[in-house]
């Protein structure tokens, strides 16, 4: 069975969001609760460490926020995490500790972990980002079939089926994406893996691995 559950995938303890995948097998069951969950969290956010500002928009003390950002609710951005110059936050998104979200990058429907960059011209729709993953130039998470027909999950001859019209990608706990690459919609990748600048992906990439092209997916030494 492919390894695509969530204790597969992510380090709970690096997201303000660890109660969100609480009861939930895997990554993409939680897509289209976190409108919902951001509200309960960002009222119970300590008032020390955490400023309101607009309407359903929480934002750590310590975080940088570039005043050109758009910034849209539900929204909480952690610690120390840093959103550059005209990014664009649509809403339903979680950005981690130490996160960087940069220039022309938008954001919806998301959980960024802790220490996740997105940090030049990324689109990162429906998808959810573990520890340290980073998002080369121009790579983006394709969320919409062509066909609009809810999104599957493939593993090989396995088939799982997420009942979601809107799925991106779910990227393990420090995997690499090359710049320029397409993440199409219901990609899963496994904890420390690369994938190659330019590529073209789609399916579950195991983890530990190193994707070239569709043709040629290689375990790392």
């Known amino acids: 069975m492919a390894d695509i559950s969530i204790q597969d995938l992510y380090d709970l303890k690096e997201t303000i969001a660890e109660k969100l995948f609480e009861g939930v097998t895997y990554p993409w069951e939680v897509l ?9 969290l960002g009222a119970s956010l300590p008032e020390e460490r955490f400023e309101k500002r607009g ?7 310590s975080a940088k926020v570039a005043p050109t950002a758009c910034l849209n609710g539900p ?12 990014a664009f ?12 979200v940069g220039n022309s990058t938008e954001l919806k429907n998301v959980v960024l972990f802790n220490k996740v960059q997105v940090p030049h011209y990324n689109y990162v729709g429906d998808s959810v980002l573990g ?5 080369g130039a121009g790579s983006i998470t394709s969320n ?11 593993s090989g001859k396995e088939c799982f089926e ?10 393990g706990d420090r995997v690499e994406i090359g710049c320029n690459s ?3 919609p219901g990609t899963v990748i496994g904890r420390d893996s690369n994938v190659y600048p330019t590529s073209c992906v789609r399916g579950v990439i195991p983890a530990n691995s190193i994707f070239k092209d569709a043709d040629h997916i290689v375990l790392k030494n």
């Open 32 to 40: 289209p609760a976190i409108h919902d969950f951001i509200l309960q």
């Open 55 to 61: 309407e359903d928009i929480w934002i750590a003390k």
């Open 75 to 86: 929204l909480i951005i952690d610690e120390e995490a840093e959103v550059r110059h005209c």
């Open 89 to 100: 936050v649509r809403g339903n998104a979680i950005i981690g500790k130490g996160a960087v």
């Open 131 to 135: 520890y340290k993953s980073h998002m």
């Open 144 to 154: 919409v079939k062509s066909d609009k027909t809810p999104v599957v999950v493939k």
């Open 162 to 171: 997420t009942g979601l019209k809107k799925m991106g990608a779910m990227l």
């Open 182 to 184: 397409v993440l199409n």
